[in-house]
């Protein structure tokens, strides 16, 4: 099988971005193919409909983190996990036909980082579900450039949301999120994770007829 | 008779058939085992289930899920006959 197949982490803005890594289907190298002065980050792979296996897609996550610390810091406009293109002319073609939303989702996330918050009761614990999401909204609201609520895939989950948080807020975010867990210990679960390329604030689509 | 028995049983027929589709998918709801997912991989990264009970459970929940996907594939393209 050939391996002239790209798939596709993200998008950066101008400068080459190339370093050896563990990437998605056992690829070992990372770099971007461009089009004026966009360009997406690539590695090979011989397929484009590449399955989703928790390994892979933790790989996805993990080259992108690694792209957001490359060379002292990269904006990256992410893909969500599996989006792969036959060859670099038809990737370019896409570069250029959705320049215009590329160009303002990097505009939208320039400088800023995802943050996730799950919170979970602990089991048998009976908690306000709405004091809570307001306690919460008070304390992270206010240092939130956006937030988007998520998946409620439990009934133990009493929120689920990300967070869209200027780099230069993210030690006052921590600090508003331990003050959750002092006061909500007792009853709750924290997951605080992050930080991520800001996958939940982009909304680029990208036609399957492009691939 | 045809007529008498057509007016007789088709309405319990197709409340059967009805109940029959709601059962096929209670018992194989896609998006609920996903959601059982998810939730078993959140309460192993919470600490709250150990990595055996974790494993257990992903393995019971996947093979459920593989089902339950390959039963509405075959819904879907009408493969799947309703004996009575």
Not at chain 1, 36 to 45: D, E, F, K
Not at chain 1, 107 to 126: H, P, Y
Request: hydrophobic share 35%; net charge negative.
């Amino acid at each position: 099988m050939s391996n002239s197949n790209r798939y596709v982490y993200g998008i950066v803005d101008s400068g080459d971005i190339e370093f050896e890594t563990d990437a998605v289907a056992g690829a070992d190298r990372v770099y971007t193919v461009s089009h004026r002065r966009l360009g997406a980050v690539v590695s090979n792979i011989d397929t484009t409909d590449p399955e989703e296996t928790d390994e892979d897609a933790k790989r996805h996550d993990d080259v992108l983190r690694e792209i957001m610390d490359y060379d002292g810091g990269r904006t990256i406009v992410p893909m969500q996990f599996g989006m792969a293109f036959e060859s670099d002319r038809t990737l370019k073609n896409v570069l250029r036909g959705a320049r215009p939303a590329f160009r303002r989702a990097m505009n939208d996330i320039e400088g800023r980082i995802e943050l996730g918050l799950k919170l979970v009761t602990q089991e048998d614990a009976s908690v306000d579900p709405e004091e809570i999401e307001a306690a919460v909204e008070d304390e992270l609201g206010p240092l939130a450039a956006q937030t988007v609520t998520n998946d409620q895939f439990s009934d133990r989950l009493v929120l689920n949301k990300s967070y869209l948080v200027d780099e230069d807020d993210r030690a006052a975010f921590d600090d508003g999120v331990a003050r959750i867990e002092d006061t909500y210990g007792d009853d709750l679960l924290v997951q605080y994770t992050g930080p991520f390329a800001p996958y939940s604030f982009v909304d680029v689509e990208i036609g399957a007829q492009s691939r | 008779m045809f007529v008498l028995d057509d007016l007789l049983f088709r309405p319990f027929v197709g409340i059967i058939d009805a109940l029959h589709s709601l059962a096929l998918e209670e018992l194989y709801d896609v998006d609920a085992l996903e959601d059982e997912r998810k939730e078993n991989q959140l309460l192993y990264e919470l600490g709250e289930r150990s990595e055996e009970e974790y494993l257990e459970r992903k393995e019971v929940i996947e093979e459920e899920l593989e089902i339950a996907r390959e039963v509405h594939e075959q819904f879907g393209s009408g493969r799947v006959e309703v004996k009575r």
